[in-house]
């Protein structure tokens, strides 16, 4: 059976695929994210501020002096002049080693150089007279200076029976016990360590842009880079310790830099009468570089890193976070200096920052600068003395 339209009918069928063609063909309309597709992110603005101009470095405490006390000579140890930790003077007896067999020999070398000056005397009395020959006087010469010498050595290491302090210092644990043999191998026994901590030094490494900093304060002070540092003042504050602990100057800035740190050692010299300072303990090295100034400021865990170097995320007009590369210098209270890569008014991310990539929208919450505020003002009290 053929179906037969009219043309009204196929004119209407004609509009309706038409119409249904463009329905087909119109593109889907795309319906912006909502609020919560976002990241939600708070945001710090960046303003100058003014801290102290410190250079604050991880250091470790050192000695100034530290000598193992060692026995050059055998025997039997009879003395001990300190107990383990004790503070000790220069000079002060700290071991003392059976001496007889050392006085004895001083003895014995002291009678053969007495029948030795008595035969060169006779000697030179016969040559007067023309009773002996030259070469009996030159060989009895030879055995008096031979005496002479063996006394000397004799002595020595007589004296040697007696370890004395070298300088005042502390005392570490004894190594060795009353009644032990010791000094018998040719390196000789260590029998305790004595350590000079007052003063004591803070090493610690910068950059080569900082030690670059420093030498320029140094020339500054009127110091030459070919002499050591001396003017340039330093802190030392210990772990958990928030007031400054020491205050010393910067006594040492090498010529090299490190072939496998790619870092400068510097060292900073304290008094240290306390004897707070005890070597091995961590410490932080603060280099007063100058009057306060003004910075772009950061607290540190804001500022993120990876291969390509330091960089935070900044939230732009069009609500998007964007990656800054930055560079940076430590400051005191856990701060950062911003040296380039952002500008005054930049709104940094400083939650929800790991949660980002680069370009990504976000929703910024309240500026939270007034926190900010609060962390630079504890720098500058921290910092500033």
């Known amino acids: 059976?053929?179906?037969?339209?009219?043309?009204?009918?196929?004119?209407?069928?004609?509009?309706?695929?038409?119409?249904?063609?463009?329905?087909?063909?119109?593109?889907?309309?795309?319906?912006?994210?909502?609020?919560?597709?976002?990241?939600?992110?708070?945001?710090?603005?960046?303003?100058?501020?003014?801290?102290?101009?410190?250079m604050e470095l991880d250091g470790t405490v050192a000695p100034v002096q530290q000598v193992n006390v060692t026995a050059r000579v055998?025997?039997?140890?009879?003395?001990?002049?300190?107990?383990?930790?004790?503070?000790?003077?220069?000079?002060?007896?700290?071991?003392?080693?059976?001496?007889?067999?050392?006085?004895?020999q001083v003895?014995?070398?002291?009678?053969?150089?007495?029948?030795?000056?008595?035969?060169?005397?006779?000697q030179t009395k016969l040559m007067e007279?023309?009773?002996?020959?030259?070469?009996?006087?030159?060989?009895?010469?030879?055995?008096?200076?031979?005496?002479?010498?063996?006394?000397?050595?004799?002595?020595?290491?007589?004296?040697?029976?007696?370890?004395?302090a070298p300088f005042d210092g502390v005392m570490g644990r004894r190594q060795v016990d009353i009644g032990n043999y010791v000094?018998?191998?040719?390196?000789?026994?260590?029998?305790g360590t004595?350590?000079?901590?007052?003063?004591?030094?803070?090493?610690a490494a910068v950059s080569e842009r900082d030690a670059l900093r420093i030498r320029e304060k140094m020339n500054q002070q009127g110091q030459s880079v070919k002499n050591k540092a001396g003017g340039t003042p330093v802190t030392a504050r210990l772990q958990s310790e928030n007031p400054v602990t020491e205050v010393g100057v910067l006594d040492f800035v090498d010529h090299?830099?490190?072939?496998?740190?790619?870092?400068?050692?510097?060292?900073?010299?304290?008094?240290?009468?306390?004897?707070?300072?005890?070597?091995?303990?961590?410490?932080?090295?603060?280099?007063?570089?100058g009057p306060d100034r003004p910075a772009l400021t950061l607290p540190r865990d804001l500022v993120l890193s990876d291969q390509q170097g330091e960089y935070v995320f900044v939230v732009d007009v069009d609500s998007r976070a964007k990656r800054h590369n930055i560079r940076t210098s430590n400051l005191p209270a856990n701060l950062?200096?911003?040296?380039?890569?952002?500008?005054?008014?930049?709104?940094?991310?400083?939650?929800?920052?790991?949660?980002?990539?680069?370009?990504?929208?976000?929703?910024?919450?309240a500026d939270s600068a007034p926190q900010a505020a609060a962390v630079a003002t504890t720098a500058q009290k921290s910092g500033g003395h």
Do not use: H, W
Request: charged share 20%.
């Open 194 to 203: 004595i350590v000079q901590i007052a003063p004591a030094y803070v090493n």
């Open 336 to 365: 950062k200096e911003i040296l380039s890569g952002l500008s005054a008014g930049d709104q940094v991310v400083s939650v929800g920052y790991n949660k980002l990539s680069d370009g990504q929208a976000v929703k910024a919450l």
């Open 1 to 54: 059976m053929t179906l037969t339209l009219s043309p009204l009918s196929r004119a209407c069928l004609l509009v309706l695929a038409t119409a249904g063609l463009l329905v087909a063909c119109k593109p889907q309309s795309t319906t912006p994210s909502t609020a919560a597709d976002l990241v939600t992110v708070n945001t710090l603005t960046l303003q100058s501020r003014m801290v102290a101009d410190r």
């Open 183 to 191: 000094g018998a191998s040719a390196s000789g026994t260590v029998l």
């Open 256 to 289: 090299t830099v490190g072939g496998t740190s790619g870092t400068i050692a510097l060292r900073g010299k304290f008094a240290n009468e306390s004897y707070r300072l005890f070597p091995g303990l961590y410490a932080q090295l603060s280099v007063q570089l």
């Open 107 to 122: 003895k014995l070398n002291q009678a053969r150089l007495d029948q030795a000056k008595s035969d060169y005397q006779r």
């Open 129 to 164: 007279e023309n009773a002996t020959s030259v070469s009996n006087v030159e060989s009895d010469l030879s055995n008096l200076q031979q005496a002479e010498a063996n006394l000397r050595l004799a002595q020595i290491n007589l004296a040697y029976t007696e370890e004395r």
């Open 74 to 104: 055998a025997g039997k140890l009879q003395k001990i002049g300190f107990k383990d930790g004790d503070q000790v003077k220069a000079g002060q007896l700290l071991f003392a080693i059976e001496p007889d067999t050392y006085v004895e």
